[in-house]
Nanobody, 122 residues
Framework: VQLQASGGGLVQPGGSLKLSCAAS??????IGWVRQAPGKEREGISC????????YYARFVKGRFTMSRDRAKNTVFLQMNDLKPEDTAVYYC??????????????????WGNGTLVTVSS
């Protein structure tokens, strides 16, 4: 499956952004978001299990990010609120077999999408 992420950009601290990820096909068991900040390793953010629609988040999210999906369009979203400079990163969508492989780790991803850059700066 091919994944196309979009929606990144420059935002001021405290602002919001909504990322989108369109999948070219269905058939994956789980899809999620991963980010990579400058100089850091990739970090899982959130994941939706396509089997039952449950959504999981990494511990650091703490309510600021919300993941959702449009099943008919094979598209998932990541609404990010109260953004902080430390949220600056390239954000990727990815498919996997189990959401724990994204939200708990270690990361185990079957397919990566392109990244979309989010810069939080005043």
């Amino acid at each position: 499956v091919q994944l196309q992420a979009s929606g990144g950009g420059l935002v001021q601290p405290g602002g919001s952004l909504k990322l989108s990820c369109a999948a070219s096909a269905s058939g994956y068991r789980a899809i999620g978001w991963v980010r990579q900040a400058p100089g850091k390793e990739r970090e899982g953010i959130s994941c939706i299990s396509t089997d039952h629609g449950s959504i999981y988040y990494a511990r650091f999210v703490k309510g600021r990010f919300t993941m959702s999906r449009d099943r008919a369009k094979n598209t998932v979203f990541l609404q990010m609120n109260d953004l902080k400079p430390e949220d600056t990163a390239v954000y990727y969508c990815a498919v996997t077999d189990l959401c724990v492989d994204i939200t708990v780790g270690p990361l185990d991803v079957k397919s990566w999408g392109n990244g979309t850059l989010v810069t939080v700066s005043s």
